[in-house]
């Protein structure tokens, strides 16, 4: 490597060091403590009377000092406490598996059939893929929403036969759908990169030696495109695991996910960063420990799109 | 001789291009058979088509008398040697090798035995536990048909399978592929496009053109007899002129009358004559001779490349060097003078075979 290579990935190791690095520190030191409020004489304050007594302070005209003090305690609690919301964050992974294996299921075979397309047809079919994405993810969900509605358009028109009206919005089977809905094509693509470098000889060759189309599919096929179900689920269930949005959206809030509970400590009425930076630890964790699962199943050294 | 594939009036068109134009062919037991051409003459096409990855338009295909047109690749007694190898990336060398046995739920210990066998015949003991990705193009080769041998097949069908090798080691390999037929007592269909390599190993040279087929016969018939202009300067490098028969062994062209051994032509018929490049004599320019100027001289090795510049161009070649500038005779014996029938695939009197040379003829 030359002096001038060195140097050209510093823009971003300082990028990475500034918006990945430090917030992740962050999300530690906030995970592992909490935050203690005293008042001037020393007497530990709970959050109602500490901002009773920033309350009377202010109506005082604020003479003499801001009367409460802050301090940071190492403490385990936080992570502790994440343990009551473990039936949200099983949910989570339950309804992101469910979408995940789906968005397979549905990708798996679409993209082995993009794949053996003529070239010019794969462009096409790949942009039809894209397309969804190039517009706003809220809005798409928002458009499932009015589509999914007790007097949404799915609903009416099944009235026009007779059938119906069918609870759709604010059940899991929603939240669910708007994952596959907005993250197949994140299965799809890896999927196919790895799929077009399958050479169709390597495929001739499996019929050849005695292969019929299932041996072919489960001997040679599959094998060769792990590396891109590995990404592919990664990709999938990853973000659906975190989302927050499509399960606010679809999910009618009676449907939280691990993700509406972090948004609801930072956001919300119970402004609590301590534990929500606790809950993003231990899904992080979690996720972290999911990527190296499906890392394996590509271990062996088959060229992949890492991502 | 048995016939073991029998091929009838078979056609094939790609996107309304007539890749394979009503060919026929036997291919009999135990025969070593080269498929050779230019690319784009249907070769390879009629390859896949006794594989079974192609289905013909039209016509029938017979394995040992019954007909297989219908019959899916892996139903068939047939392997193939594909072009760039095609092996498994995903399995090692023993893997690879072991596929088919595998599939069809062989013990374990046949396998390993087979496998075996196989390794010593490709000599790639040792090899066993090597990802294929690392090994060399001659290696990768060596395991492509252990892998197509496996199964016994009656006969092995082989795309052009040393065309990514070097010069060397595809002699070497060339030696080696017959041997393995002859050891293995089994068909070997062979595609190429290198006419060397074809002579080389073959029992019989199917030569093709444009979808069709040229002519059939052992290296030396092709050799020596070529049927029209295009076989000739397919296999070795050839002069063709055009010429008019005057009469039964006597034949006018590049503005003499010679006399020649062929007869059965009308009187007056245009021919193509076709004449050896080392079949002919330069000696100094008399009457009696084609004389010219010489243009550039190659040396070759074994012989000089002399290109003569006559009323046609001429490529001689001879142990004698010459000096560009020389003024020759271009001296012929009867029997040196091919006659050939004009074949309608090239009769503007040029053709193009995309690997060969483009010549022109008059």
């Not at chain 1, 801001?66 to 940071?72: A, D, H």
């Not at chain 1, 928002?142 to 949404?152: F, I, Q, R, V």
């Not at chain 2, 002579?199 to 016969?217: A, E, K, Y």
Request: hydrophobic share 45%.
């Amino acid at each position: 490597m030359n002096r001038r290579s060195r140097y050209s990935a510093f823009p971003y190791l300082l990028w990475m060091s500034v918006f990945i690095i430090v917030p992740l520190i962050l999300i530690l030191v906030f995970a592992f403590t909490t935050t203690v409020k005293f008042d001037n004489t020393g007497n530990r304050l709970t959050n109602d009377q500490a901002a009773e007594l920033i309350a009377d302070w202010e109506a005082s005209g604020k003479a003499g000092d801001f009367p409460v003090k802050e301090k940071f305690y190492f403490t385990f609690d936080n992570i502790i406490q994440v343990g009551n919301y473990s039936s949200t964050l099983i949910n989570s992974v339950i309804l992101a598996s469910i979408a995940t294996v789906i968005c397979l299921f549905l990708g798996y075979p679409f993209a082995y059939m993009v794949s053996r397309m003529r070239v010019s047809r794969q462009k096409i079919m790949i942009m039809f893929i894209m397309l969804p994405m190039w517009m706003n993810f809220l809005l798409r969900t928002y458009a499932w929403m009015t589509l999914l509605e007790k007097n949404g358009w799915i609903n009416r028109f099944l009235e026009l036969f007779g059938i119906g009206p069918f609870e759709m919005i604010n059940t899991q089977g929603a939240v669910v759908l708007g994952m596959i809905y907005n993250f197949l094509p994140y299965m799809i693509l890896p999927l196919y990169s790895v799929m077009t470098k399958i050479d169709d000889h390597t495929i001739e060759a499996a019929y050849d030696l005695g292969a019929n189309r299932v041996k072919a599919l489960t001997k040679v096929i599959l094998p060769l495109s792990m590396p891109g179900i590995a990404s592919g689920i990664t990709m999938v269930f990853v973000p659906a695991v975190s989302t927050f949005i499509i399960s606010k959206l679809l999910g009618g809030g009676t449907n939280m996910l691990i993700g509406d509970l972090i948004e609801l400590q930072f956001l919300g009425n119970t402004y609590n960063p301590h534990l929500g930076s606790a809950i993003s630890l231990v899904l992080l964790v979690f996720v972290l420990l999911c990527i190296s699962v499906t890392n394996q199943l590509d271990s062996d050294k088959t060229e992949g799109v890492l991502l | 001789m048995d016939k073991i594939i029998e091929i009838k009036g078979i056609s094939k068109e790609f996107n309304g291009e007539q890749v394979l134009d009503n060919i026929s062919l036997d291919i009999h037991d135990k025969e070593f058979v080269t498929l050779l051409g230019p690319s784009g003459c249907g070769k390879t096409t009629t390859l896949r088509i006794i594989g079974g990855f192609v289905t013909p338009d039209s016509g029938d295909l017979f394995f040992n008398g019954k007909r297989i047109n219908d019959l899916p690749p892996y139903k068939r007694n047939v392997n193939t040697v594909f072009q760039k190898y095609a092996l498994f990336p995903h399995l090692n060398v023993y893997e690879n090798i072991a596929f088919a046995l595998r599939l069809s739920k062989t013990p374990e210990k046949k396998i390993n035995m087979r496998v075996n066998e196989m390794l010593e015949l490709v000599d790639l003991v040792g090899f066993e536990r090597r990802s294929v990705n690392y090994l060399s193009g001659g290696q990768q080769q060596r395991v492509a048909i252990a892998r197509a041998l496996i199964n016994q097949p009656k006969v092995l069908l082989l795309d052009e399978p040393l065309g990514a090798l070097d010069l060397k080691l595809r002699k070497e390999m060339q030696t080696e592929l017959k041997k393995i037929q002859q050891h293995m007592e089994i068909t070997f269909i062979y595609v190429t496009h290198d006419q060397e390599e074809a002579l080389t190993m073959s029992d019989t040279v199917v030569v093709m053109n444009r979808g069709t087929i040229q002519q059939v016969g052992t290296p030396q018939d092709i050799y020596n007899e070529p049927v029209n202009a295009f076989v000739a300067d397919f296999i070795g490098e050839s002069n063709i002129l055009g010429g008019i028969m005057h009469r039964d062994r006597l034949v006018e062209f590049a503005g003499n009358i010679f006399e020649c051994v062929d007869r059965g032509f009308a009187p007056m018929e245009p021919v193509d004559v076709v004449i050896r490049p080392e079949d002919i004599v330069l000696t100094e320019p008399t009457a009696d001779t084609i004389n010219g100027v010489v243009e550039s001289v190659t040396f070759k090795g074994v012989h000089y490349e002399i290109i003569v510049q006559a009323s046609d161009t001429w490529i001689v070649h001879s142990t004698k060097a010459r000096e560009p500038g020389d003024i020759v005779g271009i001296t012929l014996s009867p029997s040196d003078i091919h006659i050939m029938k004009k074949s309608s695939a090239f009769s503007q009197g040029s053709f193009i075979t995309d690997e060969t040379e483009v010549r022109n003829i008059e």
